[in-house]
C-alpha cells in the first residue's frame, strides 16, 4: 500500500493488499468473515518473511557470522517495533511468544508458580476464553489457589457492580479479556486494571482480539501483563507477544530451559539472562517476530483509531441488517462492542448453518468459540459468529443477510 493520508483512505485499494481475497470458495467469490480466529496477511507481511529468508535468515544471538548479526538485528529492532506498538516503556518488556495462549500459560506457570499460595484468589470473567482459564485452573490445582468469577449479564457486559465483593484483598491476579471473542464486548480495561491496583492484585490483560483492531497504550491502561496473537493482526501464524512490567518480569524466574537464555550451565545448575531472554528459551520464532513488527507497520500505516471506527461501521451496519431477518438472534451489548457478531438462528444449528454458507463461498465459524462455560450459561450448543476486519465490505455483509435468509427458509 502506498502511504495514504488519514483523508485519502481508500478501503477498496487497501482490500487489494489481500492476495488471498480473491480466492473462490466452492465456486463463490470468498467472503472471509472468520477474522477473530485468525485474519488474512498483506502483501507487506508475505515480502517481509520472503525478504528474512532470501537475504537474512541465520539463527540469532549466538552466532559471529554476518548473516548471524543481521537476523538478530531484526528481531531485536522488531522487539522495539513491538514495544512502541503497544505503549511498553522498554523493549525489554517484550517477550516473543506464540501467541496469547502461550503468553497466559507463560505468566500463570512463571509468576503463578512462584509467588502464588494455597487459598490465594486469581479473579476471571465468564467471557474467558479457554486460553485464559485453563491455565489458571492448572495453576490452582497445582497451588491450592481459589478461581473467583465475575458474572456476564444477559447482555454481554460484565456484571462490575459484583466487583467490590469479588476483588478483595484475597485477590493476587486478575485476569480478563480486552474483547470478548464470542459476544464482542469491549471490556473497560484501564477501570478494571486500576481496581486491581487498588488491593494490590496484579492484572493479566487477554488482548487477542483487541491487539490489531483497537488503538490502545498498556502504560495507559496500567495493566502488568498483556497478551497479543500475531495471526490476528495480519502477522504470521506462530508470532505473538507478552507485554509485562519491568519489575514484575524481572522478578519471574524461567519457566521453559534451554538454549538462548542461560548465562552460564554447569553439570549441576544454570544462571539465566534477565528479561525478556530469560522466557525465550531455543530458536525463537524469528521470521514470526519479523513479520509481527511488519504488520504493526501495516496497521499503523492505515491507523489504528480508523481501523476501529471502520470496523465499527461494517458491525453496526451487520447487526442492522440482521434484525431484518425473521427466528435470528444477535448476541452482546449494543454498543462498545468489538468487530464480532455472534448470533443464533431459530431454525438452524450453528455447525449446519456455517457448512450451508461455506457451501456458497462465505466463512463464518459455528460452535462454543472456546467459550463452553459462557455457552452453558447462555443455555446454547454454540453460535455462529462473523468477524470482520478493515478489508471487508458492506457488499460481503448483503451478501451475508441473502445467505442467512435462503438459510432460513432452508431449515425451516
Ligand atoms: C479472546 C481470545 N483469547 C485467546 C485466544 C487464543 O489465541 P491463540 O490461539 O492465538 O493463542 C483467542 C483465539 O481465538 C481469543 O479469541
Known amino acids: 500500500m502506498d502511504k495514504p493520508s488519514r483523508r485519502e483512505l481508500d478501503w477498496n485499494a487497501i482490500r487489494d493488499d ?43 544471538h549466538r552466532g559471529l557470522h554476518e548473516l548471524s548479526s543481521r537476523a538478530t538485528e531484526a528481531y531485536e529492532k522488531s522487539r522495539e517495533r513491538v514495544a512502541q506498538y503497544l505503549g511498553a516503556a522498554s523493549p525489554d518488556e517484550i517477550v516473543f511468544t506464540r501467541g496469547t495462549t502461550e503468553s497466559i500459560n507463560l505468566v500463570a506457570q512463571a509468576w503463578g508458580g512462584k509467588f502464588l499460595r494455597a487459598d490465594d484468589v486469581i479473579l476471571l470473567t465468564e467471557m474467558e476464553h479457554h486460553s485464559n482459564l485453563v491455565p489458571w485452573q492448572l495453576l490452582a490445582e497445582r497451588t491450592g489457589a481459589r478461581l473467583r468469577f465475575v458474572p456476564v449479564r444477559d447482555d454481554g457486559t460484565l456484571e462490575l457492580d459484583r466487583l467490590p465483593s469479588l476483588l ?48 490502545f497504550n498498556v502504560q495507559e491502561i496500567g495493566c502488568d501483563f498483556l497478551a497479543i496473537s500475531g495471526h490476528k493482526m495480519c502477522a504470521p501464524t506462530g508470532s505473538g507477544a507478552l ?69 465499527a461501521k461494517l458491525t453496526e451496519y451487520a447487526i442492522e441488517r440482521m434484525a431484518d431477518l425473521p427466528g435470528l438472534r444477535v448476541l452482546g451489548p449494543a454498543e462498545k462492542r468489538g468487530a464480532i457478531v455472534g448470533f443464533v438462528m431459530d431454525a438452524a444449528h450453528p455447525h449446519d448453518l456455517t457448512t450451508f454458507a461455506d457451501q456458497r463461498g462465505l466463512a463464518l465459524r459455528g460452535g462454543h468459540h472456546c467459550n463452553q462455560p459462557l455457552m452453558k450459561k447462555f443455555g446454547l450448543p454454540g453460535t455462529t459468529r462473523a468477524s470482520f476486519y478493515f478489508y471487508n465490505t458492506t457488499e460481503e455483509i448483503d451478501r451475508m443477510i441473502d445467505i442467512l435468509r435462503d438459510a432460513a427458509r432452508f431449515f425451516a
Request: net charge negative; with cysteine; charged share 20%.
Open 18 to 60: 489481500f492476495p488471498i481475497l480473491r480466492e473462490r470458495a466452492h465456486g463463490h467469490p470468498l467472503i472471509y468473515f472468520d477474522n477473530a480466529a485468525t485474519t488474512q496477511k498483506p502483501r507487506a507481511v508475505l515480502e517481509a518473511l520472503r525478504n528474512y529468508y532470501e537475504h537474512n535468515n541465520a539463527n540469532v
Open 168 to 215: 478483595n484483598e484475597e485477590v493476587k491476579l486478575f485476569a480478563f479479556t480486552h474483547v470478548s471473542n464470542s459476544l464482542g464486548t469491549i471490556n473497560p480495561v484501564a477501570e478494571l486494571c486500576q481496581k486491581a491496583r487498588a488491593v494490590g492484585a496484579l492484572t493479566v490483560i487477554d488482548a487477542a482480539q483487541s491487539g490489531g483492531h483497537l488503538p
Open 243 to 311: 507485554y509485562g512490567r519491568a519489575e514484575v518480569l524481572e522478578a519471574m524466574p524461567p519457566w521453559h530451559g534451554g538454549g538462548e537464555m542461560i548465562v552460564s550451565v554447569t553439570l549441576e545448575k544454570s544462571t539465566f539472562k534477565k528479561a525478556p531472554h530469560r522466557f525465550e528459551a531455543g530458536t525463537p520464532n524469528i521470521a514470526g517476530a519479523i513479520g509481527l513488527a511488519a504488520a504493526m507497520d501495516y496497521l499503523d500505516e492505515i491507523g489504528r483509531p480508523e481501523i476501529f471506527a471502520h470496523d
